[in-house]
């Protein structure tokens, strides 16, 4: 089982990454899952051009495989102007529209003040939701103050339960793609309508 | 295996001087990179068609039809044909005007544009670009296969005892590539028919590409047209070269940094290490050009883009030459090496009327094989 975190700290170290850490071995403790982590800081560069030039580059391409195979997802932002950060968001524009459809992902983010803490809420949720994946419950804010406070650690702990329950469950396997209208077929990594069907389908059938 | 000359057709000043050619002076370069073609013993010429700024070649079988007439033995193709808004009528009868024209010497490339305005522009509906690919092609092979056409289709008026004229020459209709950069459903039509499948691959890294042809190959078997080693595949490529390879880059950097295709983003170095760009001499050239075939397996087509970034036309002339002189012959002789005897050649009007003839004579010896695709046009004519 392979869990990815994907951190959008800039500074190092940082606390956006520390807390990506408390939560990938809280939900690895539950389900004995391989954790890698994405760092973006390190893929800026690679971000931006694939922008420009429509494809990723070596290390970004290794990047987003790992997040396409992972079987859960730990998504970790700073608060930048009242949202996700820029480079985090580039990162998931420059994603496969499907990339994450079903996936469980757990939502995180660290700010300078709990001000920010529905971020999540009314940010990062609807963009997960928009990708199809299926987020946890519980998402987890760290303002600066709440690192020396009580209840960081419980809802770490909450979190990552839900995520371990939701890797482990029957909802994986099963795929929403199966349900798709059309179906689909796999020949190497692409997946597709065979011709016949297309012809069909234009038929009206 | 065919070697030659893609054009973009695009209006793009030169960074160097800060001018920019005027429409007429590009659609004249355009022809005369053609007539270079032939004249250094290049096989083919592509020309892309576009109908908005800053791209030029609105109608390509004005131009094909032109340079036609000012050559021998070129073969004159697109890059591509747009399969989506074009009637299918009217390439049926355009191309087929043109084979007769230039004597066999025509083929084409389907795709979809790389601009979504262009369906209204047409009267047509991008959320429809694949089925108008899918709906249109099926009727333009119908319409040069069969001498009277009755259709009905969802994008358009029905036919009823249709006859588009010219018929195409000998009876046998242009061959046809179709081309695609990432929509498996593109591989798919082509593996389908059994037509040949362009990957242009120059702003893309070869793991990419390797996994699109190995899908088209691994298709065009599975519906029997052969192994996969025979399906019939085309590559692009675009490069700058000079003697010395310090003096290739130093005279194309500024011309890469701010292109509209290139510039703002990755560096020269970058780019040449991710994609077939190869910025160099004719002997780096050669040895890029041959690596194609670790990833693609032997294939029948490779075509350069040279006319890019906005270079001069004395440059880009200067380019075809070495292409013609230095490096084609040298991959002729190259990719001839180890070559399966299984693997076809690249097709020419010549050999497909042979086949069919070939396929004529089987039919009539009772021996009748029915293809896939056959059998699906069939369904589409009782739509």
């Given at each position: 089982m392979k869990l990815v975190v994907v951190?959008?700290?800039l500074s190092v170290p940082s606390s956006t990454r520390l807390l990506g850490d408390r939560l990938?071995?809280?939900?690895?403790?539950?389900?004995?899952?391989?954790v890698q982590v994405v760092e973006l800081r390190e893929l800026a560069v690679e971000i931006a051009?694939?922008?420009?030039?429509g494809f990723p580059g070596p290390q970004l391409g290794g990047a987003?495989?790992?997040?396409?195979?992972?079987?859960?997802?730990?998504v970790v932002t700073p608060v930048f102007s009242a949202s996700y950060s820029g480079l985090f968001k580039s990162f998931f524009d420059v994603m496969d529209e499907d990339a994450l459809a079903g996936k469980p992902v757990l939502i995180a983010a660290t700010a300078g003040t709990a001000r920010h803490s529905l971020v999540l809420e009314h940010a990062l949720r609807p963009l997960f939701a928009y990708l199809k994946a299926v987020v946890v419950p519980t998402a987890v804010f760290a303002a600066s103050e709440d690192w020396g406070a009580d209840g960081l650690a419980d809802r770490i702990e909450r979190a990552a339960g839900e995520l371990a329950m939701l890797m482990a469950g029957p909802g994986r396997s099963a795929g929403p793609r199966e349900s798709a209208p059309e179906a689909k077929v796999t020949s190497g990594d692409f997946e597709f309508v065979p011709?016949?069907?297309?012809?069909s389908a234009l038929r009206g059938e | 295996m065919q070697f030659g000359i893609f054009s973009v057709g695009d209006v793009t000043p030169d960074p160097t001087t800060g001018r920019t050619p005027t429409e007429r002076e590009r659609i004249k370069?355009?022809?005369a990179i053609a007539q270079k073609a032939e004249e250094v013993g290049l096989d083919v010429f592509a020309t892309g068609e576009h109908h908005n700024p800053p791209f030029v070649p609105s109608s390509p079988t004005t131009m094909l039809g032109w340079i036609a007439a000012r050559t021998e033995r070129l073969i004159l193709s697109t890059a591509t044909t747009l399969i989506t808004t074009n009637d299918p009528v009217k390439i049926a009868e355009d191309y087929a005007m043109l084979q007769h024209l230039a004597d066999g010497r025509v083929d084409l490339m389907m795709g979809r544009g790389n601009t979504g305005p262009v369906y209204p522009w047409f009267g047509q509906d991008i959320r429809q670009g694949i089925n108008l690919a899918i709906e249109n092609y099926a009727m333009l092979r119908r319409l040069w296969t069969e001498d009277v056409v009755d259709w009905e289709g969802k994008f358009r008026t029905p036919l009823q005892g249709f006859t588009s004229t010219p018929r195409p020459l000998d009876g046998v209709p242009p061959f046809v590539w179709h081309g695609s950069i990432r929509s498996p459903e593109i591989a798919e039509q082509a593996a389908y028919y059994?037509?040949?499948f362009f990957h242009n691959n120059i702003f893309w890294p070869s793991d990419h590409t390797k996994r699109m042809v190995e899908?088209?190959?691994?298709?065009?078997?599975?519906?029997?047209?052969?192994?996969?080693?025979?399906?019939?595949v085309g590559l692009g490529g675009q490069v700058f070269m000079r003697r010395n390879s310090q003096d290739a880059v130093r005279e194309f950097r500024p011309y890469f940094d701010v292109a509209p295709v290139y510039g703002h983003g990755p560096s020269l170095e970058e780019f040449t290490a991710q994609t077939p760009l190869t910025v160099g001499t004719p002997e780096q050239v050669i040895e890029k050009t041959l690596s194609f075939r670790d990833y693609a397996g032997d294939y029948q087509r490779q075509l350069f883009l040279v006319d890019h970034a906005g270079l001069p036309l004395k440059t880009v002339l200067e380019q075809i030459d070495m292409l013609g002189e230095e490096v084609v012959p040298v991959l002729r002789e190259e990719f001839a090496k180890g070559r399966p005897a299984d693997v076809p050649e690249a097709p020419t009007h010549a050999a497909r009327v042979a086949a069919a003839q070939q396929a004529g004579s089987d039919e009539q010896a009772g021996s009748e094989q029915t293809e896939s695709g056959r059998s699906a046009e069939e369904e589409v004519r009782t739509a």
């Open positions: 951190s959008a700290g990938a071995a809280a939900a690895a403790e539950r389900t004995g899952a391989e051009h694939n922008l420009t030039n987003l495989d790992a997040v396409k195979a992972a079987d859960g997802l730990i011709f016949e069907q297309q012809l | 370069a355009m022809v059994g037509d040949g899908f088209y190959r691994t298709r065009y078997a599975h519906y029997g047209h052969g192994t996969p080693e025979q399906a019939i």
